[in-house]
């Protein structure tokens, strides 16, 4: 401790901040503090005593000590805390017997001691790093990271004497891995310590310590782990050492000496990303060394920015790896760095990757443009024409996630607020997406997932354009008045909500331009044409007011921007709309689309747009207007809501004019359309006409009955020239429209002057019309419409009463018989119904009704329902009476029916021909559901109806006639729970008496009753159908496929109305009956599987049923390779469709089932079996296209299959992707993705790599069983290519297993590889010999034994001059057996193997150099006594080669040809030439020898003389001659500084 008594004096202000405080209690509390001490004393000094005595668990002893020392931070007597770390140190000792876990716990006690007793602590830790022969536990290091982590303040007074204890421990370290990586944990925790220090040093009470000493300090470490650590394998000491470099080098940026040191490992940093599996701690490092650059503002090496930006693009943008969201925002964040340190590289790099083609390279460039956007604003609002350009560049890109991308990045641009104009053309953008995306959306040949994209792409929009702020800088001046552009076209109605907010504010800011700074915005000619006029906008807002609620509150919008927009329209309607609009808004309140009274709210409107009008008081302006309103009307159909409301604004805008003239010519030109075919345009004309009476009604009688003159005056004339009946045809054609012009001028009349014309001008019309023409039924209709609309208007004036209608005896004489006449059509048509009621006519007659018993009127499904009771009476009667004649003369009524037929009931319906309702099925299903209608009188006629459907066949199914007569009561109830119950309770009495053949009629019907109805209906026809299934299920095995394929139709409906859920369980309830004829009739459905069937397929998975399903899908694929098989087809060969398509559409089944399976217990009990079927699947579908199904066209295919995912083989590998997410841990899933595994498995180049890598996961998983082996062990004699390349891949890969050994496996299959390296196949081949190279690791004892017969076949594959990959394969496998025979077991094999070996150093393929260089490093490494003699002389005729291939372009032979003992045979050679003669031989041996040091590795150069090597090249900087000296100093110069930190042995 006295060496501490210096830091005790500096920390006792920095310790005092973490103990106990005194109270605030005027000295109340100090009594409890001593009780307090005493308890946590008693406590301690209590779980001592156990530990001291070894009782109980040690390890939880520990663990409550921490805890109950985390809990109460009181200081312990100095007896007890010397006492506690002394047992807890020994416990840290591995000489103690100690765990790895009680070592753990041990110095976590030391950890807790920290915050109350931190000299103590550390000054126990210290004493483990003191010099001994054996370096300190891994718990002390771990106890040292964690004070670091926690406390690094106040570690920082310890930080040279710590790595100066740790210096001496290096090379003790290098012994263990794990010593390593909590040695890595010190270095980076302490090196984080210091920066911390760094940057809050003024928070430390002792004095201020310089920067330079603690990097020199660290430097020395540094220097020691990049030159001896970063070539570990194992990950996680990788990881550690990747944290620690990154950790120094922040901190050695901090002196300006080691900074060019630093900045040149960057590159060594960056090449981590592609040696480790999780890449996000390299992220983390290089963020944190790029913090450090651009604290000191240093300039990185010339390139380095650039190389940095394409990493970082590349691990964002590579699609294979899945990176976690903060590894994406540490990404982002270093290129936020870079973008300071060089903004203009990292600009210029970003704006190249949005130039690029490529879907990948353009979305990350946009993505960290936006993290840009969102760090550094003011940095990208400079460069602001730059971004408009970029973004231009990439707007013709149509793939949705660019799109999606640009649309992301917008939004967060225009966030921060943009500054000029320039960026006008991304909010125009945003706009033309949003209208392109409406317009895909309203085709219907959208694929589900195309609908998806496009629904994403809207919302996108829609998001950007409600974050838009017009508050921010610039953004009044970018966007006023260019939005308005976009208020009137159709296609942007979905933009209004945010465009309403956006220009609301926009106008208020205007409102205030005269006290901000902002110049007004300048539009150019172009730019002002495109805006709308203020009759435009008018006309556009009063449209979408007339629906308010439509689309999210379109309407609400309008009326607000309607407001916002006043000065805009005219300056007139100011003031009025002020209050006229707030009081529309209230009239909104508290309604929504089923509580607002259209009618009223329309007629609101239509008064607001008149009293307008009346203000503004300019002709020329309401000229204007009515030319906007006719338009605008065009763009809408005919038919629609929008353009019968423009008609009444027309009327409208007339009533306003106080142009006589003008309102004439109107009033003429649309009655004009009268004429028209179109009977909406006869409607809209009339509604010009009503309207514009309001205030000029005379005129609008006037001109209607002078347009009537002229009529008859041109057909007067024409009956010159024309055909009678032509004329006829016209004058019949204008009656009804007059008649029902003048009937609405009558409603829309001022009620003063009504009085005065209704008889003597509009009823007299109306008549004259009516008895002028041939009465036909349009007529008739016209005249009680028009009665009817006089009789209201009359009756608005006081109520009528004191009105004196003269006409009234007249037309109720018109209107008596022409109720008379209907009653007797009424009676011949039921008397015709009656003489022709069959079943085919009934079926016929209610498709006709269907529309009606569809209908969202309750009065129409009423009344429709009332036809259907009266129709199904009749024909009940009239049946019964025929069954009746039947069983008394058979003969006479056609009927094969007797006592027999009778008596077998409804087990024999399907013999009863006419006895039985033909349709009964299909009338059940359309009459069953409308017993829960909203309506007690429709659900009581429904009931009716099926009593008597039940009635017609009383005798036959023996139902009892008043069966039904008891549910009538019931159907009165008004709750819907209740109703469902009913309709339940109907549904079982009735299904079971539909006939089995009539089960698809049946389904057909009630799911398209369940699609047309109201909720509690839809709910009821689910119940129908599921009922009938249950009860009826196991009789339809017949008509399964035709059930199946009507809730297959009806599912994309059903999914749409949220009624999928029903279908499903529908089809699972028919699978509970017909499991094997539901999975036979799914497997029917064409390649590649749509997402109908796959659901379907899940549905099964996710029920009980799957296990079953399962097995029948197995046994279906092992007949279908069954009878592959047999066939014995060559890959050549040409297969037909049907066998290709079944085993292909059983692996796509299988793949949907199995992922939706819940059980995990089933999948790896039929693992054994299901595993090989899937794999031998992937190589018979193995470069493969979809085959055609029968009587498919190529082109239907050619289309359906044109994506990625509807490859066989894709589609085989996901099967076997779902099975194995069942079978094995999540870990072991992960590693496949990373490995790429199912992308090698599906390249026909590399499935064997696929294979190799996917039995080496399963391997470790542990299901490569025994019955798996025997499975695959006969497909080496496969007559498929493919099939033997993935078996013998299996076997290659086994082969470093011993699990062939442990199952007396490995010698028959040591003999077929053998045999395979004489396969046609170069894949078979390859595979051959890189398993009889595994036998080395998983087998030595056989290679041993069969080592020349092995050794022969490897040698004999490196002369297989038709596949460069065979050979290097071959020289990696005589690697692998070199290492394990050494030079003793070659024996004069070692000899050929060299000789062979040398002949591929210059090779063309960079994988045949770099193998032959490993081989030869394991020749050079195992040579002893005569055979290294052998090799020094070959080295003689080989090192130049190798002295070339230091500078071999190809990274894996550069490093493959630095081996140790071929280095140190040339450099040996090379300094025998130091004292030539000759000034040329000693200047190119100076030369060479600088080669070799510059790329040998550190350890070699530590078991090299480099004393001696230092006085030769001083001695030779002193030669004679120039080239010479100058040749050394340069060695010395370039090398010398790092070798002189390596200690020499």
């Known amino acids: 401790m006295k060496r501490f008594l210096f830091f005790g004096g500096c920390l006792s202000k920095a310790s005092s901040r973490v103990r106990p405080q005194a109270p605030e209690d005027g000295g109340r509390g100090t009594e409890s503090l001593p009780a307090a001490i005493s308890t946590l004393a008693a406590s301690v000094a209590s779980l001592l005593s156990q530990l001291q005595e070894n009782e109980g668990n040690r390890v939880e002893t520990y663990r409550t000590l921490v805890r109950v020392l985390q809990e109460d931070g009181t200081c312990l007597e100095s007896t007890l805390l010397r006492q506690l770390i002394t047992r807890a140190s020994r416990d840290m000792r591995v000489g103690q017997g100690a765990t790895d876990e009680l070592q753990r716990a041990a110095s976590d006690i030391l950890v807790s001691l920290a915050p109350s007793h931190f000299l103590h602590v550390m000054d126990e830790l210290q004493s483990h790093l003191k010099p001994v022969e054996e370096i300190p536990e891994e718990c002390v290091f771990t106890a040292l990271s964690k004070l670091a982590t926690s406390y690094a303040l106040r570690c920082i007074p310890f930080v040279e004497v710590t790595w100066g204890a740790m210096h001496t421990l290096l090379n003790q370290a290098d012994n263990s891995s794990r010593i390593k990586q909590a040695f890595c944990g010190v270095l980076e925790s302490w090196s984080k310590g210091v920066t911390l220090y760094f940057q809050d040093w003024a928070k430390c009470s002792f004095p201020r310590m310089g920067e330079a000493q603690f990097c020199d300090r660290a430097y020395p470490l540094y220097c020691y782990v990049i030159s001896n650590w970063l070539t570990c394998e194992e990950e996680e000491l990788k990881q550690a050492i990747i944290r620690t470099v990154a950790a120094m080098m922040g901190l050695l940026l901090h002196k300006e000496e080691y900074q060019e040191h630093v900045c040149s490992q960057v590159s060594w940093l960056l090449g981590q990303y592609e040696e480790v599996q999780d890449s996000s701690h390299v992220t983390k490092s290089l963020s944190h060394f790029l913090e450090g650059v651009a604290q000191f503002q240093l300039c990185l090496p010339k390139g380095t920015v650039s190389v940095i930006c394409v990493v970082v693009h590349s691990q964002l943008s590579d699609g294979t790896k899945e990176h976690s969201t903060d590894h994406k925002m540490e990404l982002s964040y270093c290129m936020l760095l870079l973008a300071r340190i060089s903004p203009d590289d990292t600009m210029e790099f970003l704006y190249a990757q949005l130039g690029i083609d490529n879907e990948a390279s353009r979305t990350t460039a946009l993505y960290l443009l936006r993290a840009l956007v969102r760090c550094d604003p003011t940095r990208i609002r400079t460069k602001m024409r730059w971004v408009v350009r970029a973004m231009e560049s990439v707007f013709g890109d149509h793939r949705s996630k ?162 916002a927009l006043h000065r805009a329209i005219h300056r007139a309607v100011g003031l009025p709309w002020t209050e006229q609009i707030p009081s529309l808004l209230h009239y909104l309140e508290g309604k929504d689309e089923s509580s607002l009274d259209c009618v009223e709210w329309e007629r609101l409107l239509l008064k607001f747009l008149r009293t307008s009008l009346e203000t503004i008081e300019n002709q020329a302006w309401l000229v204007h207007l009515n030319v906007e309103l006719a338009q605008q009307m065009a763009k809408y159909p005919n038919l629609s809501k929008e353009k019968s409301f423009l008609y009444k604004a027309v009327g409208t805008a007339l009533a306003a004019s106080q142009s006589v003239t003008y309102v004439q010519e109107q009033m003429q030109s649309y009655l004009e359309r009268l004429n028209s075919w179109e009977p909406s345009e006869t409607e809209g004309a009339i509604s010009v006409l009503a309207c514009s009476a309001e205030r000029h009604l005379d005129l609008a009688l006037t001109t209607v009955q002078d347009f009537e003159a002229a009529g008859q005056k041109s057909r007067f004339s024409r009956l ?70 006089v009789s209201c208007a009359i009756q608005s004036v006081s109520n009528g009463a004191s009105f004196n209608f003269s006409s009234k005896r007249v037309l109720l004489a018109i209107l008596l018989s022409l109720y008379r006449r209907c009653l007797g059509a009424l009676g011949q048509l039921m008397t015709t119904l009656e003489e022709d009621l069959t079943s085919s006519w009934l079926k016929e007659s209610f498709h006709l009704l269907e529309a009606w018993l569809h209908s969202e009127k309750e009065w129409e499904r009423e009344r429709a329902l009332q036809v259907c009771t009266q129709l199904m009476q009749a024909y009940a009667e009239r049946f019964v009476s025929t069954v009746s004649m039947g069983s008394l003369f058979p003969e006479a009524c056609g009927s094969s029916v007797g006592a027999a037929g009778v008596s077998r009931g409804r087990n024999t319906m399907a013999d009863l021909g006419e006895s039985t309702v033909a349709q009964f099925g299909y009338l059940t299903g359309v009459l069953g559901p409308l017993t829960c209608d909203s309506l007690v009188t429709s659900r009581q006629q429904a009931l009716n109806c099926i009593s008597c459907l039940l009635s017609a066949q009383a005798e036959v199914l023996h139902v009892k006639k008043d069966e039904m007569n008891h549910f009538c009561e019931e159907l009165s109830a008004t709750d819907a729970d209740s109703l469902l119950k009913t309709s339940s309770k109907i549904a079982k009495t009735a299904c079971q008496y539909i006939p089995w053949e009539q089960a698809r009629d049946f389904m057909q019907a009630v799911l398209g009753s369940m699609l047309s109805f109201s909720p509690a209906c839809a709910m009821a026809a689910g119940k129908w159908m599921i009922i009938f299934l249950q009860q009826r299920g196991r009789e339809i095995l017949p008509e399964v496929p035709g059930v199946l394929t009507v809730l297959y139709d009806h599912l994309p409906a059903c999914r749409q109305n949220n009624l999928k859920e029903i279908v499903l369980e529908a089809v699972f309830a028919l699978a509970y009956c017909h499991p094997q004829a539901v999975a036979n009739s799914l497997l029917q459905r064409h390649l590649p599987m749509d997402s109908d069937t796959a659901e379907l397929w899940r549905t099964l998975g996710r029920s009980f049923l799957a296990t079953q399903v399962l097995q029948l899908l197995m046994d279906r694929l092992e007949s279908a390779e069954t009878t592959r098989s047999r066939r014995n087809c060559p890959d050549d060969a040409v297969e037909s469709s049907e066998a290709a398509l079944e085993p292909l559409a059983v692996t796509c089944a299988i793949s949907e089932l199995v992922s939706a399976m819940r059980t995990l217990e089933t999948v790896p009990f039929l693992l054994p079996r299901l595993l090989p079927m899937l794999m031998k699947q992937i190589s018979d579908t193995l470069g493969k296209e979809m085959p055609s199904p029968p009587g498919r066209a190529q082109e239907e295919l050619v289309l359906v299959a044109c994506g990625e995912d509807s490859r066989p083989c894709r589609l085989s590998i996901r099967a076997l992707d779902a099975v194995l997410c069942k079978c094995i841990d999540e870990r072991w899933m992960r590693v496949l993705g990373k490995q790429r595994t199912w992308a090698f498995l599906e390249n026909p180049q590399a499935s064997q790599e696929g294979t190799c890598l996917l039995t080496s996961v399963l391997l470790r998983a542990g299901v490569i069983t025994r019955v798996l082996v025997n499975a695959v062990f006969p497909w080496l004699d496969s007559p498929s290519a493919n099939l033997r390349t993935m078996a013998t891949a299996f076997f290659a890969e086994l082969m470093k297993h011993p699990v062939l050994e442990e199952r007396k496996l490995l010698r028959p299959v040591l003999s077929a590889l053998v045999d395979k390296t004489l396969d046609a196949s170069s894949a078979v081949r390859q595979m051959a010999v890189r398993g009889l190279g595994n036998l080395a690791s998983g087998a030595p004892e056989e290679l041993r034994k069969h080592q020349e ?197």
Not at 436 to 455: D, G, M, P, V
Not at 722 to 751: D, G, V, W
Request: neutral net charge; hydrophobic residues 40%.
């Open 720 to 789: 010159l020239n024309f055909q009678e009946e032509n004329q006829k045809e016209r004058r019949a054609k204008m009656c009804a429209p007059l008649m029902l012009a003048y009937s609405q001028i009558a409603l829309h009349a001022p009620k003063q002057l009504l009085c005065s014309r209704v008889e003597t001008v509009i009823v007299e019309n109306i008549l004259c019309q009516y008895r002028s023409s041939s009465q036909d039924l349009e007529l008739k209709l016209a005249l009680i419409r028009s009665v009817t609309e």
């Open 1349 to 1545: 017969a092995i050794v022969e076949v490897l040698l004999r594959a490196t002369k297989d001059a038709t596949a460069p990959q065979i050979i290097g394969e071959s020289l990696s496998a005589l690697a692998k057996v070199v290492a394990e025979l050494k030079e003793k077991g070659l024996g004069v094999s070692f000899r050929d193997i060299a000789l062979c070996t040398k002949t591929f150093f210059d090779a063309d393929e960079a994988v045949l150099r770099s193998s032959a260089f490993t081989l030869y490093g394991m020749l050079a490494s195992s040579a002893k006594r005569k055979r290294r003699s052998f090799l020094s002389q070959e080295l003689q005729t080989t090192w130049v080669r190798i002295l070339l291939h230091l500078r071999d372009p190809d990274p894996g032979v550069y490093n493959a040809r630095n081996v140790p003992e071929l280095l140190e045979s040339v450099y040996d050679t090379l300094r025998t030439y130091f004292w030539s003669s000759c000034w040329g031989m000693r200047t190119a041996a100076v030369k060479l020898t600088g080669v070799i040091l510059e790329n040998a590795d550190a350890r070699w150069l530590r078991e090299q003389d480099m004393s001696s090597l230092s006085r030769a090249l001083q001695l030779l900087q002193e030669d004679q001659h120039a080239s010479v000296q100058q040749a050394a100093a340069q060695v010395l110069g370039d090398n010398w500084p790092e070798l002189s930190r390596v200690p020499t042995t």
């Open 402 to 563: 660019v799109k999606a991308a640009v649309l992301s990045f917008i939004k967060e641009l225009f966030s921060s607020g943009v500054e000029n104009c320039s960026a006008w053309g991304l909010v125009a953008y945003v706009f033309s997406e949003f209208s392109r995306a409406t317009s895909r959306l309203e085709t219907s040949n959208l694929s589900e997932t195309q609908a998806l994209e496009e629904s994403t792409l809207q919302s996108l929009c829609l998001q950007v354009l409600h974050s838009l702020d017009v508050s921010g800088s610039g953004m009044t001046t970018l966007l006023w008045p260019r939005l308005l552009q976009y208020v009137v076209p159709a296609q942007y109605t979905g933009t209004l909500i945010p465009l309403s907010r956006c220009l609301g504010a926009l106008v208020e800011r205007q409102e205030r331009r005269s006290e901000d700074k902002e110049e007004p915005s300048y539009l150019g000619y172009q730019e002002r044409a495109k805006l709308p006029t203020p009759q435009a906008l008018l006309v556009r807002l009063l449209v979408l007011a007339r629906f308010p609620f439509e689309g999210g509150g379109y309407g609400v919008a309008a009326l607000q921007l309607l407001k």
